[in-house]
């Protein structure tokens, strides 16, 4: 397990605004709240084994068959079991690097390499789509061209309600036999702490999964959170053109600040490299004078301790980041403080 994800707001407690975590942190998640408060006897019996239930509606959703979703533990929980399913078809991964680092960590678990030489067969390829932490997106076409030079191609698509860009559907990717899509309502909900995500794959595919699952992966209080998300559609993100303009305007002004370098983006978080101090040293003024969180993306393979990533939030808290950074960065600060 890797630690080191961001949101670690618990170690700052005088916060303003949160950019360390991609999910939308202004949902309003009182309706959900309201209902779970009248399902707490679920608490009171063992969870569904599978959550059988919760995979229907999600099949009816897009328009599949139940034999073709598995409902996980988050989607991390899903990164994992297939990593253990699928390790047995070769001896390395791939990766396109920055990406998110539990696809590696999960593939070192069950005992495959990292591909270093073309020449070799990946078991098991992955693509974070849109990518984390960078947000670069990878087009339809590109990844059926994956897939053909693929054995088992993995498709992370965790933030698909955080871009405009066209995806695969889930019904469109069962078309091709050896992909597998992740899907996140943790993401697209804003509900990282109740830990739902599920695969849709072709049938044998998902039947491998289950093979190696857990029972009672995904908690009762959960599934009914799931099926109530899923019924009501309140999702994380009501404007998603508005918040993409808002990226781009935070992106703009961020390249704008002294010892800046913004990576294009088409999603609402972005990466930001600082070419003076490092992620380290900005993260913890940032918090502790201005009450501001980023994320330290140095622990993402290829990137280096002077990268960070920041998630877009309201206009206000996006101005008082970049004016912070500006405050800090300035030629006429005073860099020896750091």
């Known amino acids: 397990m890797l630690y080191g994800h961001g949101d670690d707001t618990f170690r700052f407690p005088h916060l303003r605004a949160n950019f360390s975590s991609n999910i939308c942190t202004e949902a309003d998640l009182a309706p959900l709240k309201a209902h779970l408060a009248t399902r707490l006897s679920a608490i009171e019996n063992y969870p569904e084994p599978a959550a059988d239930s919760l995979a229907a509606c999600i099949a009816r959703l897009h328009g599949i068959q139940p034999d073709e979703v598995l409902v996980t533990n988050g989607a991390t929980d899903a990164i994992y079991l297939i990593a253990q399913a699928f390790a047995t078809d070769g001896t390395y991964f791939s990766t396109d690097e920055p990406t998110f680092s539990e696809y590696a960590d999960a593939c070192l678990l069950f005992g495959l390499k990292p591909q270093t030489d073309a020449d070799s067969s990946a078991a098991v390829r992955w693509l974070c789509n849109?990518?984390?932490?960078?947000?670069?997106?990878?087009?339809?076409?590109?990844?059926?061209r994956e897939a053909?030079?693929?054995t088992w191609l993995v498709v992370d698509q965790s933030y698909e309600d955080y871009t405009a860009a066209p995806l695969l559907t889930a019904r469109e990717a069962l078309g091709v036999p050896n992909l597998l899509l992740l899907h996140s309502l943790t993401k697209s909900y804003a509900v990282p702490g109740l830990r739902i995500g599920y695969v849709t794959a072709p049938a044998?595919?998902?039947?491998?999964?289950?093979?190696?699952?857990?029972?009672?992966?995904?908690?009762?209080?959960?599934?009914?959170?799931?099926?109530?998300?899923?019924?009501h559609d309140v999702r994380a993100v009501p404007d998603l053109d508005?918040?993409?303009?808002?990226?781009?305007?935070?992106?703009?002004?961020?390249?704008?600040?002294?010892?800046?370098?913004?990576?294009?983006?088409?999603?609402?978080?972005?990466l930001v490299c600082?070419?003076?101090?490092?992620?380290?040293?900005?993260?913890?003024?940032?918090?502790?004078?201005?009450?501001?969180?980023?994320?330290?993306?140095?622990?993402?393979?290829?990137l280096t301790p002077h990268h960070f990533r920041v998630a877009t939030q309201r206009p206000d808290q996006n101005d008082a980041l970049v004016a912070a950074l500006r405050t800090l960065l300035s030629p006429s600060a005073d860099e020896r403080k750091f």
Request: hydrophobic share 40%.
């Open 130 to 144: 849109p990518n984390n932490p960078d947000g670069r997106i990878y087009t339809s076409e590109q990844v059926r």
């Open 148 to 150: 053909q030079r693929s």
């Open 204 to 231: 044998p595919l998902i039947a491998r999964l289950k093979s190696v699952s857990r029972p009672w992966a995904v908690n009762a209080l959960a599934v009914e959170a799931g099926k109530w998300l899923l019924s």
């Open 242 to 270: 508005a918040l993409l303009a808002e990226t781009q305007r935070l992106a703009n002004a961020l390249s704008e600040v002294p010892h800046l370098h913004v990576s294009p983006t088409a999603t609402t978080f972005m």
């Open 274 to 302: 600082c070419d003076t101090f490092t992620a380290a040293q900005l993260k913890e003024r940032l918090a502790s004078e201005h009450g501001l969180l980023i994320r330290d993306a140095s622990n993402f393979p290829t």
